[in-house]
C-alpha cells in the first residue's frame, strides 16, 4: 500500500518532513541539529534572541511618497534635469584639457548589494525544467512496490523559474551610470534566482526609432540591429529590464514609450530608473500619470497589470466617486532601492497583497506634443548655482563644492567620494553633471573612436562653488588630489604646496598631470587669501625645483624575462647533453607527406602562461573574513567585525581539504564534540551574514563564489616551457612564416551557458572533431609578410601594399577584407605550391583554445600583461590594467599551449565561414559551414577580439562578423593555415 507521507523513522524521513514544512534542512543539517540539541543541556534559562527581518536590518527606514501632479505643475519653476550639450570645440589645442588621469580608488557604486540581493528573494523559485528529466526513484520504487512493474520513472527537473534581459539605453549619461549597471549586472548573475542574465545595448537611429544591440558595453560596430522578438520568451519565462535615467530625447518623442508597450505585451517588463523618486518630476516620466501596478499570478506581462491611479489619501478621501481605470501604456518603474525592489519582485511572482510604482503614459500625446522641451536661453552663473541649489539633494551640493576645487574628471570624483565624502552615491555625482552647472566640449579622440566629450564647470560657477566650500575643505580636496598625483609620479609630497612648487619643463606626462591641477588650484588659493594668497603668488615668482628621480626599483637590476626570447631556442641539460633530438625519421615522412619535399621539421620551445585564482586553505580561510568584513562595511556596522576563531579557521581549513569532523578533531587534537558543536555555530553565523544557506557540504564552493563577488581575489599567473613542431617558409627577401603543427583531436566548440558574456550566437555548445593535423601561422600575418605577397602576381584582384594604419614591419596586417585575405592566400599558394587558406571556425576554436574549456587559454579570465585588449576593462576577478590603443608585435605576450600567439586579442581574425546566428546545424567535422541563410552570404565570421575591444569580446568563444569587401579600419588581420600539399 502506498503511503501518504513518509515514515520519521529515520533522518531522511524528517528532512522530507521538514522540507514539505518549508524549512530547507538537509539530512547533514538535520543531524548536526540533533547532535547539538543533545549537548546543549536545558536552555530554558537563556532568552531567545529576536532577529530582525533580513531584508531590513538596522535602523526601520521611513519611505517617504511623493505625488506629482501634472495638471498643476509649474514646468517654468522645474529644472529640467540632463547632461549639457557641447560648447564647443578643443581640437587642435585650441582648448586647455581639464582632464585627469590618475588611478584612484574606486568607490562602490551600490553600497547595500547584499540588501539588493535579499529584496530579490521572491523571484528565487523553482520549476519543472521542459525539457530535461531526471530518474524519479520514490516513484520508481512505488511502482515495484504497488505494480510488480520495473521500468524506471522519470520526472522534469526542477530549474530556475526566470531569465533576464538586461537592455541598458546607451545615452550620452550612459558613462555617469557605467559602474552601477555594471555593479548591478553582477548582482543579477550572482544572486542565484536567474538561469541566465543577458546583456543588450538598445541606441536610437537617426529617425528616432530604438535600436537593439547585444552586450551593453560593446558599442555596434557594422553590426545589423537584432530584432525585438530576440528578447522575448516562448514560455513567458523571461523578464526584460529596461535601465534608463529617461532623460534622452527617445522619451520625449514617444518611441521609448512605443518600445516598452510592444515588450510589455510579451513579457514582464520593467523600467530600472537610475535616478530616484524625487527627482523622476525632472525626466521624463513627468509626462505620464503615476500608478499603483499588482498582479494576481505569477510572471504576468506587463500589460495585464492591475493598475489604478497613485492618489494621496486625502484627495482620494475628498473625491466624490472611486478615480476609474485609465488607458495608456503602464510599465513599472523600479529603482535600486531595498524596498522599491523587493515590492516589484513580490509583484512579479505574483503575491496579489504588493503593489509596486508605476508611470502610465498616454502614446496619443506624443503625437502632437513636442518633443523634448525647448532649450532656456543660456543662464548666467550665478542663475545656475541657485537652479541647482534648489533642486538638489544635499549631498550632491556638497558633492558639486569639493568638485569645484579640483579637476573635473570621473577618478577624481571616485577619489573625492571615497576619501572625503563616503557618503556621496553615483546618484549625487549624476546631479551634479546634470543639474546645469556644467558644459561638455569635445575633444579630439584616439584614432578609430568616436568623438570625446569633456565636462566642465560653466564660467563663473566654479568660483561660487569654491567660495562657498570652507579653508579646511578646499585645502582636504587639493591634498587628497596632490597625494594621487605624486604616487602616480614617484614623488613623496604630501601636499598641494610641495607638489607645485615643482618644475616639470620637459616632461609631457607630468605635465597632463599637474598643468590642469595647477590652473584649477591657484586661481582658488588667490580666492582664499590669507596665507594661501601669499602662497599663490610665490609660485609665480620663485623659481621652482626640479623634482628629484623616483627611487631606483630593485627590480630592475634583473632584465625581464621577454617573451619570445626563446623563439626557436633548444634547452640543453648537462645530464642528458642530447635531450632534444634532432627531427626523426617519422615526424619527417609525416611532414613530407603533408607538405610536399623541401620542408624540414623544427622542434622549437615556447613560453606559455595561464592565470588563475589564489584560493589554497590559508588564503581562502583569509578570504572568509574577508568577506564578513566587507559585508559589515556595507551594512554601515559600527561594531568592528569579528574575527574568525582558531577553532573555526581548523574547521574551515579541514572542509577545504575535504576531512569529515572525525578527522579534523583526530588531527587537531579537538575532542569530535567540540568540532561539531563550533561547526554548527560557524555554518549559522556565515548563512545569517551571507543571506544563504551554508552547511559542510556545501561550504567550500559557495564561501569560494562569495570570496570572489565580495572580495579581492588574488591572481597568479605561472608561465611554463612547452614545445612545439613547426616548419617555416621561406617567404624571400628575408622574410619567413612560421607554420605550427596542431595535431587531429576533439573538443566542444561554443560558450556554457553558465559563462559570463555568453550570447546565444555561441551555442548550442556540440561536439566536434578535427580528424586530421593541419598547419595554422604561428602569428597573424605580419605587415613585412603582407608587402611581401602583396608583391607576387595578381590572381583576381588587386592588394595595398601597405594598408595597416600603425607601421611596424613585425606588427600585423590590418585595414584587410575578407576578400584581401583570401587573395593573399591564393598569392602564397601559387607561390609555394602548397594549400594556403583562411582556418575554419572550428579549426580557429580548437587551435585557440588549445585543449582547455575556459574562456580563455590562459585560464578564467585575462590580464593586459598577457595580451593586448582595452585592458582598463576588466572580465570575472580579472585586474584592470593597461590599455595600448593600438596593436603591438606579434609574439609579444606568452603563447597557448600549442604555440599559437596573439590568439586573443591584438587583431580580429577572419575564417572561411559564412555568419551564422547559432551553431544549430553546424558541422561537427571541423569544416567550414558555407551554406548560408537570409543574407549571410553577405556576412563573414570573425574570432579573437582586437586592441580596441573588452576582454569579454576577446573570449576563445566569441563570435563576430563583417561584410566581406569591408575594409574595417585598423582592428582586422588574419592568419593562414595549410592543410596539404597541392596535387
Known amino acids: 500500500m502506498r503511503p501518504g507521507k513518509p515514515k520519521v523513522e529515520d533522518i531522511d524521513g524528517l528532512a522530507t518532513l521538514l522540507k514539505e514544512a518549508g524549512v530547507d534542512f538537509g539530512a547533514e543539517d538535520v543531524a548536526d541539529a540533533l547532535w547539538l540539541a543533545g549537548h546543549m543541556g536545558d536552555l530554558s534559562g537563556i532568552a531567545p534572541k529576536q532577529q530582525s527581518d533580513s531584508g531590513n536590518r538596522g535602523t526601520q527606514l521611513d519611505i517617504r511618497e511623493e505625488f506629482v501632479d501634472d495638471d498643476t505643475d509649474d514646468e517654468s519653476g522645474r529644472a529640467q534635469i540632463s547632461l549639457p550639450t557641447r560648447q564647443g570645440q578643443g581640437r587642435g589645442g585650441s582648448q586647455s584639457k581639464s582632464g585627469i588621469a590618475i588611478k584612484a580608488p574606486a568607490a562602490p557604486a551600490l553600497r547595500i548589494r547584499l540588501d539588493l540581493a535579499r529584496a530579490l528573494r521572491p523571484l528565487r523559485r523553482q520549476v519543472p525544467s521542459p525539457g530535461q528529466l531526471e530518474f524519479d526513484e520514490a516513484a520508481t520504487l512505488d511502482q515495484i512496490a504497488d505494480q510488480q512493474v520495473w521500468f524506471p520513472l522519470l520526472k522534469p527537473v526542477q530549474e530556475r523559474w526566470l531569465e533576464v534581459a538586461l537592455v541598458v539605453e546607451a545615452t550620452a549619461s550612459l558613462s555617469l551610470w557605467h559602474e552601477t549597471i555594471g555593479e548591478f549586472q553582477t548582482l543579477l548573475e550572482r544572486q542565484g534566482a536567474f538561469r541566465r542574465v543577458t546583456t543588450w545595448r538598445l541606441e536610437t537611429d537617426a529617425g528616432g526609432k530604438p535600436q537593439l544591440f547585444p552586450h551593453w558595453q560593446r558599442p555596434p560596430q557594422r553590426q545589423n540591429p537584432r530584432r525585438p522578438n530576440h528578447l522575448w520568451d516562448a514560455a513567458g519565462r523571461r523578464l526584460i529590464l529596461l535601465v534608463s535615467d529617461c532623460t534622452s530625447e527617445a522619451w520625449y518623442n514617444g518611441s521609448m514609450v512605443r518600445w516598452l508597450e510592444k515588450n510589455g505585451h510579451q513579457a514582464p517588463t520593467a523600467v530600472v530608473q537610475l535616478l530616484p523618486e524625487r527627482l523622476w518630476s525632472q525626466s521624463a516620466l513627468a509626462q505620464g500619470t503615476s500608478m499603483r501596478l499588482s498582479a494576481l499570478e505569477p510572471g504576468t506581462v506587463s500589460a495585464k497589470l492591475t493598475s489604478r491611479p497613485r492618489v494621496p489619501l486625502l484627495q482620494q478621501l475628498l473625491a466624490l466617486t472611486e478615480a476609474q481605470p485609465m488607458r495608456g501604456v503602464t510599465v513599472p518603474i523600479v529603482t535600486l532601492e531595498v524596498e522599491p525592489l523587493k515590492q516589484w519582485a513580490r509583484v512579479v511572482a505574483g503575491a496579489g497583497d504588493s503593489q509596486t510604482l508605476g508611470v502610465q503614459f498616454d502614446p496619443a500625446a506624443f503625437t502632437t506634443a513636442e518633443a523634448s522641451p525647448p532649450a532656456p536661453a543660456t543662464p548666467s552663473a550665478a542663475e545656475r548655482v541657485q537652479r541647482f541649489r534648489t533642486t538638489a539633494s544635499l549631498m550632491a551640493q556638497r558633492l558639486a563644492e569639493l568638485m569645484a576645487a579640483a579637476p573635473v574628471s570621473p577618478p577624481i570624483v571616485d577619489l573625492i567620494r571615497q576619501t572625503l565624502l563616503r557618503g556621496a552615491e553615483p546618484v549625487h555625482v549624476a546631479e551634479v553633471y546634470m543639474g546645469g552647472l556644467m558644459e561638455a566640449r569635445e575633444l579630439e579622440a584616439a584614432e578609430g573612436d568616436s568623438t570625446a566629450l569633456e565636462y566642465d564647470f560653466a564660467p563663473g560657477v566654479r568660483t561660487i562653488l569654491t567660495d562657498a566650500l570652507s579653508r579646511t575643505k578646499t585645502e582636504s580636496v587639493l591634498d587628497a588630489v596632490s597625494r594621487y598625483i605624486s604616487e602616480r609620479l614617484g614623488l613623496n609630497t604630501r601636499s598641494f604646496e610641495a607638489l607645485l612648487r615643482f618644475d616639470f619643463q620637459g616632461d609631457p606626462s607630468a605635465q597632463d598631470l599637474v598643468l590642469p591641477f595647477a590652473e584649477i588650484a591657484i586661481p582658488t588659493l588667490q580666492r ?286 590590418a585595414v584587410v577584407s575578407w576578400l584581401d585575405a583570401v587573395e593573399f592566400c591564393a598569392r602564397l599558394s601559387q607561390h609555394t605550391g602548397r594549400d594556403y587558406r583562411l582556418p575554419t571556425e572550428a579549426e580557429w576554436e580548437y587551435a585557440c583554445r588549445a585543449g582547455t574549456t575556459t574562456p580563455f587559454h590562459f585560464g578564467a579570465t585575462i590580464a593586459s600583461n598577457l595580451a593586448n585588449y582595452r585592458g582598463t576593462s576588466t572580465y570575472g576577478v580579472g585586474p584592470a590594467g593597461e590599455y595600448r590603443q593600438q596593436t603591438t608585435d606579434v609574439g609579444s605576450f606568452p603563447a597557448n599551449a600549442f604555440g599559437l600567439y596573439d590568439m586573443h586579442g591584438n587583431v580580429l581574425e577572419w575564417c572561411q565561414d559564412w555568419w551564422h546566428e547559432s551553431y544549430e546545424g553546424a558541422p561537427a567535422d571541423g569544416s567550414a559551414w558555407l551554406d548560408h541563410e537570409d543574407d549571410a552570404e553577405e556576412k563573414r565570421v570573425l574570432r579573437g577580439g582586437s586592441w580596441s575591444d573588452d576582454p569579454a569580446f576577446c573570449r576563445s568563444a566569441d563570435r563576430n562578423w563583417g561584410a566581406p569587401d569591408d575594409i574595417i579600419f585598423d582592428f582586422v588581420g588574419f592568419r593562414v593555415v595549410c592543410g596539404g600539399a597541392r596535387t
Not at 587669501?529 to 637590476?557: H, I, M, W
Not at 577545504?656 to 561539531?676: C, L, V
Request: glycine share 8%; with cysteine; aromatic share 8%.
Open 528 to 813: 582664499m587669501g590669507g596665507e594661501y594668497a601669499e602662497f599663490a603668488e610665490q609660485l609665480g615668482s620663485t623659481p621652482k625645483v626640479t623634482p628629484p628621480p623616483p627611487p631606483p626599483d630593485p627590480d630592475d637590476r634583473y632584465p625581464l624575462l621577454q617573451t619570445y626570447t626563446f623563439r626557436e631556442a633548444t634547452l640543453v641539460f648537462e645530464s642528458q647533453p642530447d635531450a632534444l633530438p634532432e627531427c626523426d625519421v617519422t615526424i619527417e615522412q609525416q611532414f613530407i607527406e603533408a607538405l610536399g619535399e623541401g620542408v624540414r621539421p623544427e622542434l622549437v620551445e615556447f613560453e606559455t602562461a595561464s592565470i588563475g585564482s589564489r584560493l589554497p586553505v590559508v588564503g581562502f580561510i583569509d578570504d572568509v573574513e574577508t568577506v564578513l568584513t566587507e559585508l559589515d562595511h556595507l551594512r554601515g556596522s559600527q561594531i568592528p567585525p569579528q574575527r574568525l576563531k582558531s577553532v573555526q579557521r581548523t574547521i574551515l581549513r579541514g572542509t577545504w581539504e575535504g576531512q569529515s569532523y572525525d578527522e579534523i578533531a583526530g588531527r587537531n587534537n579537538y575532542s569530535g564534540a567540540t568540532i561539531r558543536t563550533m561547526g554548527y555555530q560557524l555554518w549559522q553565523m556565515l548563512s545569517e551574514a551571507l543571506g544563504e544557506k551554508i552547511n559542510k557540504s556545501n561550504a567550500r564552493d559557495v564561501l569560494t563564489r562569495w570570496t570572489k563577488q565580495t572580495g579581492e581575489t588574488e591572481l597568479t599567473i605561472r608561465r611554463s616551457t612547452r614545445q612545439a613542431w613547426q616548419y617555416v617558409e621561406n617567404l624571400g627577401s628575408g622574410v619567413e612564416l612560421a607554420m605550427v603543427c596542431i595535431q587531429a583531436g576533439s573538443f566542444t566548440m561554443g560558450a556554457p551557458e553558465g559563462e559570463e558574456d555568453r550570447s546565444d550566437d555561441e551555442g548550442p555548445q556540440h561536439p566536434v572533431t578535427i580528424a586530421e593535423p593541419f598547419f595554422m601561422g604561428k602569428y597573424p600575418i605580419t605587415q613585412a609578410q603582407w608587402r611581401v605577397v602583396a608583391a607576387m602576381p595578381q590572381v583576381e584582384r588587386e592588394l595595398d601594399q601597405d594598408p595597416a594604419n600603425f607601421k611596424r614591419d613585425n606588427r600585423p596586417v
